[in-house]
């Protein structure tokens, strides 16, 4: 292969190149031979192919063997990476609600009413005092059971 590169000035300003390839055909109708390398090589192709086919045959049964043998970690691991990204999720939306002109100062003002009033409600006199700790102890037995008031 030769390339030869003419140049043409069209204008003062333009030039143009003119590109002329030869291609060398002196072995026209030739085949290359496959030697016994890529014959070799083709059979450990296959060999690997096999490897990896009867694998694949096998992989439901590896897995339903994997799975049944270690169920309660892998939902373990899961509803602890599930409640990850839930954290993450939240902590975002949070972030982007917090980034709204207004709307935090807004946030806030409502949280100091509601523990206003919560104070005035129930921690202001005695009787709502007693109110609050019997409501207490009620959530308390329903979700422990009766056996942990008496502990």
Known sequence: MNPEVNQE?????????EVVVQIDNDDVGTLTQFSSETQASNEQWRQIGEKVSEFLSYLP??????FSEYKRPIITV???????IAVKLTLAVL???????L?????????????AWFVYRYLL?????KELANDFNSLKEQVLGRNALKE
């Open 95 to 101: 972030d982007a609600v917090n980034d709204i002109p």
């Open 61 to 66: 049964d590896y897995l339903t063997e994997f």
């Open 103 to 115: 709307l935090a100062p807004t946030f806030e003002l409502i949280g100091f009413g509601y523990s």
């Open 9 to 17: 000035t069209v204008s003062p300003d333009l030039t143009a190149e």
């Open 125 to 129: 006199r005695a009787s709502n005092r």
């Open 78 to 84: 899961g509803l602890v990476v599930g409640a990850l």
